[in-house]
């Protein structure tokens, strides 16, 4: 709009300029009345409100008839204006509820959108498990299967699946059924491997122990050396079962019995430790030296043989004794036997033996005495009807050491010599050479605690005995320091040297007898 415009419209509308509109300033219409206006003269523009006024009249004329003639449709207009203008207030305010309601559908929309997809996964899962079905059926029966193959000992089959179920828990280990169904498997493979160990401590024969042990380096549960003592302890078992059923009423019987059953099985299982064990030195496993895996089997033969010794020393000393020459010949073949597989254990059982015969010669030496001082305390000195001239004397063999023919006249001294005799002819039946100072140590203080009797019983009884019994006491003193303690002293010696001529002088009897010295001097 030009300048001559823009003042005319200050000059019309001065007191409305700020209630019209730009855009109605701007319209074809204003700008037509605006050149015309302009182009008018004076008199024409004195004349414009009158005009307008006219025009006003005109219009409210035709308006009012245009409002007779259409009154109803003016108030039916009213009435539709009215309508609309409720039912836009109406929607408005549903407008407004739908927008509060709005964010808490758009949230529900969300959750339902949520649990759709998941129902679908759900679905598409389901659809999968159905084409997956046969399979997942045989993995779901893998517990039952291993459940029959332990109950059947079908052991081959039972590795097998504990293998497959290993290589899926491995690939699915995030799957929960997967790792239930390996816990079970997990249960029954112990459940298995207590029924090969139980198989282990029986009755069987190596080609049953290559079985076993295939079964238990297959289940991979233990490393090469414990492999080996689980074995070792399996058979042990089996072997101590064995030993304890041999029954204990007759000592030789269970000695013999046991010396019999350790000789024969022991051997087998020897024999099947090392068909079953490679050699050590072929041997390579992790942090187990060959020294160590050696040292597990001799362990165990050691073990097995300190058993024995325990079992032997027991039953000698119960009266297997007896018959020690018979146990001692089948005891040495026993060991003997061990050498084919490098366990000689002879040299171990010779102290069990000297032990139990030094302890048997030594009770019945002390059984003696105890005799002996209960006949002397009801023994008189009174002398013996038996003649000097009577007595007939025996002729020594070579190398052998008879009796003194003079004992009989003193009736204590001859029992005394008849029972030393028949201990010591037992002991010749079976006598070590290693037990000989044992064995001579033994008679030479028997023969102090004999000549100490002797002596005790002078001092107790001399003061009651006659002087007839004192003389027969003094002649029986003598007789036991001249004849009876050199003989004592010398027949053990004899038995282990019979070859060696003894000295008196080597006997150093005065001084073991020397408590009874003592006492005969005096008398």
């Given amino acids: 709009m030009d300048l001559d415009k823009q003042s005319l419209c200050q000059l019309l509308f001065a007191d409305s300029a700020d209630f019209i509109d730009n855009s109605v300033l701007e319209s074809d219409e204003c700008q037509d009345y605006l050149d015309y206006m302009c182009s008018s003269g004076i008199e024409n523009l004195l004349r414009q409100k009158d005009c307008f006024e006219e025009e006003k009249q005109i219009i409210l004329k035709d308006t009012k008839k245009l409002a007779s003639e259409n009154y109803k449709t003016f108030i039916k207009s009213s009435e539709c204006v009215s309508d609309i203008n409720e039912k836009f207030t109406e929607i408005d305010g549903k407008l407004q509820s739908l927008a509060e309601q709005l964010p808490a559908f758009n949230q529900k929309f969300l959750t339902f959108n949520d649990e759709v997809g998941h129902i679908l996964n759900q679905k598409r899962q389901n659809n999968q498990t159905l084409l997956k079905h046969n399979q997942l059926l045989e993995t779901l029966e893998v517990t039952q299967l291993m459940d029959t193959c332990v109950r059947n000992h079908y052991y081959d089959e039972g590795l097998e699946l504990c293998s497959f179920v290993r290589r899926l828990e491995k690939r699915l280990d995030h799957v929960p059924l997967i790792k239930s169904i390996a816990g079970d498997v997990d249960k029954l493979k112990q459940v298995m491997l207590q029924q090969l160990f139980h198989q282990l401590k029986g009755s069987i024969q190596l080609p049953v122990c290559l079985k076993l042990i295939g079964y ?6 233990y490393r090469e050396d414990q492999l080996r003592m689980k074995f070792l302890q399996a058979r042990g078992s089996w072997l101590r079962n064995i030993i304890k059923s041999v029954p204990k009423t007759d000592p030789y019987t269970h000695i013999t019995k046991v010396i019999e059953l350790n000789r024969v099985h022991l051997f087998d299982v020897v024999t099947q430790y090392r068909a079953l064990f ?9 942090h187990v030296s060959s020294a160590n895996l ?13 058993e024995f010794l325990d079992m032997l020393r027991d039953d000698l000393k119960a009266g297997a004794s007896a018959r020690i020459e018979s146990v001692l010949n089948q005891a040495m073949y026993f060991g003997l036997s061990f050498s084919r597989i490098g366990a000689d254990f002879r040299m171990l059982m010779l102290p069990v033996f000297n032990e139990v015969i030094v302890e048997n010669f030594e009770s019945k030496l002390e059984q003696v005495l105890v005799s002996f001082k209960s ?24 190398g052998t050491v008879n009796p003194p023919s003079d004992l009989v006249l003193y009736p204590p ?12 002819n037992e002991l010749r039946s079976c006598c070590p050479c290693s037990c000989e100072n044992e064995i001579v140590n033994a008679m030479d203080l028997f023969v102090e605690k004999y000549a100490m009797i002797l002596s005790e019983y002078y001092t107790n009884e001399k003061s009651t005995m006659t002087s007839k ?6 002649n029986t003193c ?27 002088e080597k006997l150093n009897l005065e001084a073991k007898l020397l408590p009874l010295t003592a006492v005969i001097e005096p008398i």
């Fill in 216 to 221: 238990l380096r297959r289940m991979e549960l």
């Fill in 278 to 286: 490679a050699n050590e030195e072929q041997v390579f496993v992790v």
């Fill in 294 to 306: 050696r040292n597990i089997f001799n362990s165990w033969i050691l073990n097995r043989v300190n």
């Fill in 375 to 398: 006949i002397l305390s009801c023994y008189t000195f009174t002398g013996t009807s038996i003649s000097a001239n009577t007595i007939v004397q025996l002729i020594a063999q070579p």
């Fill in 413 to 424: 001294l001859s029992w005394t010599v008849n029972e030393v005799i028949s201990i010591l």
């Fill in 469 to 474: 019994e004192i003389e027969t006491f003094t």
């Fill in 478 to 504: 003598k007789a036991f320091k001249e004849s009876l303690a050199p003989f004592l002293l010398k027949a053990p010696r004899k038995i282990f040297r019979p070859n060696e001529n003894i000295l008196d």
